[in-house]
């Protein structure tokens, strides 16, 4: 299954693409004389389709939109496997070109207790430099950009009234 995987795009597709170009070109409208700034739209890969047909979409995607991609690895929230994680980051690497993507290192750590919503924690130094040997072997580049919802959780708890 190569890229032309998706040369007849389903319906939902088709939308998503249509949508995109509306939003590239909006914005394009709103600064006028930087319609060649790129758009950037976040990916992430669940197993809902197989890495080689994800990767063709999101080619497909960003040849007709021009939007790039920012791919989040799911490394932190470890619902997929590191094996299927390298596999997802392979095919996008041989699909896009590297202006078409940009790679996200997930640097905190969800974890579940029992009975309990998910808890974050940030990554150990150790982990985040293994999950970026896993980009270089799988994506021959490391992750360009990192994420961390500590912040988020942060501001949110500095905003609770004290009891």
């Not at 509306?22 to 319609?35: F, Q, S």
């Not at 809902?48 to 690895?73: C, M, N, Y």
Request: proline share 7%; charged share 25%; with cysteine.
């Amino acid at each position: 299954m190569g890229a032309d995987y998706y040369q007849v795009l389903s319906q939902p597709h088709r939308a998503l693409r249509d949508y995109l170009a509306a939003m590239r070109d909006g914005l394009a409208r709103l600064v006028p004389g930087e319609a060649e700034r790129p758009v950037y739209a976040s990916a992430f890969f669940s197993r809902a389709s197989k890495p080689e047909q994800f990767a063709a979409l999101l080619a497909l995607l960003h040849r007709e939109t021009g939007v790039v991609w920012i791919v989040q690895d799911g490394l932190g929230t470890h619902r997929m496997s590191e094996p299927d994680t390298a596999e997802y980051l392979r095919a996008i690497s041989r699909a896009l070109p590297p202006t078409g993507w940009v790679g996200l290192l997930e640097v905190f750590d969800q974890r579940r207790g029992p009975g309990t919503g998910p808890v974050f924690a940030p990554s150990e130094d150790a982990e985040v430099e293994r999950r970026r040997a896993i980009w270089c072997s799988s994506a021959g580049r490391l992750p360009e950009m990192t994420f961390s919802l500590n912040q988020r959780i942060a501001a949110a708890r500095a905003r609770r009234p004290r009891r």
